[in-house]
């Protein structure tokens, strides 16, 4: 959902919106959609968009550390029950129906959250480039569960180990990127991401003291800009 603030700052009306909606600062874009500066006969103001990340379904909502990603436990990879099975013969159909081979078996469960990981000889193209063929599927996954009557189980998609393999590269571009705006005090606009890896760099700058990160453009793969903001 999206929501508009205003303040007489950028930091005041994030700050309002961060406590109108209760919400952590990585847990919404903020779009700036209006500065007046002081003047003679005009006080200044900003005026921002929030979206929020909740209502963008199909991809995780909170980053993990990487130590758990690692050490979960796998589970069955047998489906249990209806719905596991028609979700599995609804993602192999629709991978199949795109001409290429898989094996789909459950890799975790956890609350409100099902793993489910591809096997085939064309992990390369289920990926696509920056995950989008992935993601997408795993949307069209998403989509299924919900008309099978579980809008509240995430389904997660990997092959060949790469959500873990791209969360790791982007931590590394955060901080890269990190060190080239504050040597150089100029922003720096990263590639377009969907919504989880977008909070992922967020996140992993948020305790950085002299840059900030806000998300720009339209859409669900937007970019984030990291920004130099000095010690205050």
């Known amino acids: 959902m999206t929501y508009e603030f205003e303040g007489k700052t950028e930091k005041e009306a994030i700050e309002l919106a961060a406590n109108e909606l209760n919400l952590e600062r990585d847990q919404f874009d903020v779009e700036i959609l209006e500065t007046q500066k002081n003047s003679l ?3 200044g103001y900003v005026k921002i968009r929030v979206h929020t990340l909740d209502d963008e379904r199909g991809f995780a909502k909170e980053s993990r550390s990487y130590e758990e ?5 796998l589970a069955d990879p047998l489906p249990q029950g209806e719905f596991e099975q028609k979700l599995i013969e609804f993602i192999t159909n629709l991978i199949e129906k795109m001409g290429y081979d898989v094996k789909v078996e459950i890799s975790y469960r956890e609350d409100k959250k099902l793993g489910i990981k591809l096997e085939s000889s064309n992990s390369s193209i289920l990926i696509g480039r920056k995950g989008k063929n992935l993601d997408a599927i ?3 996954a998403n989509i299924y569960s919900g008309r099978l009557g579980h809008e509240e189980i995430r389904v997660i998609l990997d092959t060949e180990n790469y ?3 791209r969360e790791e590269s982007l931590v590394r571009l955060a901080y890269t ?3 080239k705006v504050r040597s150089t005090k100029n922003s720096i606009l990263l590639e377009p991401m969907n ?3 977008r909070r992922l760099i967020h996140t992993t700058l948020n305790d950085i003291p002299d840059v900030e990160t806000k998300s720009e453009g339209d859409g669900l793969y937007k970019q984030v800009r990291v920004l130099y903001k000095g010690i205050r």
Do not use: G, M
């Open 41 to 43: 006969f005009k006080k």
């Open 69 to 73: 990603k690692h050490t979960r436990i």
């Open 163 to 165: 959500r873990i393999r």
């Open 138 to 140: 795993q949307l069209l």
């Open 195 to 197: 919504p989880f890896e």
């Open 177 to 179: 990127t990190a060190d």
